[in-house]
């Protein structure tokens, strides 16, 4: 970007209410941030950034930063600061545009109670945006990928969809300001209140839905597990419309690339509604939860869930591998 385009970008931000934690001012161009760390936590650090998926760019900057701190409370972390990852043609848009992007992440991060320490723009023909985040977990006990355990019950937290949304709104579907909606309103929600599950009954298995879908993502823990699972496609909760939509063939490309990259992985019993597995491989963007819930635990989870305002469905139940079968059973 020209010099001091950005400059004048950023002072109209709002002012960040963790600054606190930073022993260096994000106003003086420092080479990088200092910060304060707690003692005794162990270090999350993930990184994520794409374009787009709606046209508001405010809508479109919380969204990237949700899904971006997402990761920290799939670990049963907690954020505690974030830098900017940016793209912009700033020489064919306002930079007005990049002023409402940027705002919305900063009032997300901000919601997330972790300080915006900075980060890196670059000249380029499409916006792109996300952040990297850095947060910390108790290092005697945090969920991951690998520690699924059989009669485990699964829980997802967020209706699917937002892929096969996101593609309708491209296409200029009829309806689609409502779709845009629909996805602001799931995609900007954090996934503070699992994070905060994990971490009060010491969960010890669980993923963020994002790009490889329910599915794939799932799919993951399995096999970083060596276990099985059964779901049943009847119990996972949709976005208005996406059925619908799918039926009519509004599935993104990487959809179809997740379901094909998982064909041998998985099987649909007979009576599976026709499209439910293609949803169910949708590529979401910040999506809800995988959480893993030992039987003896799920009451107080799900009581924990919808206290806080989120969704609470129990979709399946993992089990010891079968050689003779996929890893993944979708039924009705």
């Given amino acids: 970007m020209a010099p001091g385009s950005l400059e004048r970008v950023l002072k109209n931000l709002p002012a960040d209410p963790w600054a606190g934690r930073l022993l260096t001012s994000s106003g003086r161009n420092e080479d990088a941030a200092v910060l304060l760390i707690p003692q005794g936590k162990a270090l999350v650090q993930t990184l994520d950034f794409f374009t787009p998926v709606v046209n508001d760019p405010y809508k479109f900057g919380q969204i990237a930063a949700a899904n971006s701190l997402s990761d920290v409370y799939a670990m049963g972390g907690e954020p505690w600061c974030a830098m900017n990852i940016v793209c912009f043609p700033s020489n064919c848009l306002d930079s007005s545009v ?58 997802v937290t967020k209706e699917l969809g937002t892929g096969i949304l996101a593609t309708a709104i491209k296409g200029e579907c009829p309806g689609h300001e409502d779709m845009e909606d629909i996805i602001y309103r799931s995609a900007s929600r954090l996934n503070a209140v699992p994070g905060s599950v994990i971490q009060k009954l010491g969960l010890k298995a669980a993923t963020d839905i994002t790009g490889f879908g329910l599915g794939g993502h799932l799919l993951e823990m399995l096999e970083a597990s060596d276990l099985a699972a059964s779901i049943h496609a009847g119990q996972i909760a949709l976005l208005p419309q996406v059925l619908e939509l799918a039926a009519q063939g509004f599935l993104p490309g990487g959809s179809h690339a997740n379901r094909r990259y998982r064909q041998s992985h998985f099987r649909a019993v007979p009576g599976v509604k026709p499209f439910l597995p293609d949803i169910i491989f949708d590529a979401q963007t910040s999506g809800g939860m995988i959480l893993a819930v030992p039987p003896d635990k799920i009451h107080t989870a799900l009581t924990l869930l919808t206290d806080g305002g989120e969704l609470a469905s129990i979709i399946g139940e993992v089990a010891p591998p079968h050689l003779d079968q996929p890893r993944l059973t979708i039924l009705p």
């Fill in 98 to 155: 990049l002023s409402a992007i940027l705002a919305g992440g900063a009032d997300k991060v901000a919601e997330a109670g972790a300080a915006m320490a900075g980060g890196h723009s670059v000249e380029d023909a499409e916006i792109k945006f996300g952040l990297s985040v850095t947060g910390f977990v108790d290092p005697t006990s945090f969920a991951s990928n690998a520690s699924l355990r059989p009669g485990d019950l699964l829980v």
